[in-house]
């Protein structure tokens, strides 16, 4: 059974970086048509944060656009997400999506939590 396992979320400093990660699980990256990063704050509705196709260009969401880049390893089946610039405002648990090919089906991760605060 594919599974996404997302990583590396954790308190940050304003100002701060940080790094996540989505490693698949039980398959491969190429099971997927697209993959993205996606949060998550209390009370608010999922947003994306970064998202694009095998091979295509990724689409960053607006309030993280120039601060995110979202990059694949495809021979370790690794996608990672970066941010910098960090705001408290980006405090939410961050989520890795995959669309898989051919059924359009979509499988979310369990979530990591990023708290940015001082």
């Known amino acids: 059974q594919v599974q996404l396992v997302e990583s590396g979320g954790g308190l940050v400093q304003p100002g701060g970086s940080l790094r996540l990660s989505c490693s698949v699980s039980g398959g491969s990256m190429f099971s997927f048509s697209r993959m993205g990063w996606y949060r998550q704050a209390p009370g608010k509705q999922r947003e994306l944060v970064g998202a694009?196709?095998?091979?295509?260009?990724?689409v960053y969401g607006d309030s993280v656009k120039g601060r995110a880049t979202v990059s694949r390893d495809s021979a370790k089946n690794v996608l990672t997400l970066q941010m910098t610039s960090l705001k408290p405002e980006d405090t939410a648990v961050y989520y890795c999506?995959?669309?898989?090919?051919?059924?359009?089906?979509?499988?979310w991760g369990q979530g990591t939590q990023v708290t940015v605060a001082s």
């Open positions: 694009g196709t095998n091979g295509g260009r990724t």
């Open positions: 999506r995959g669309v898989g090919v051919g059924d359009d089906n979509e499988l």
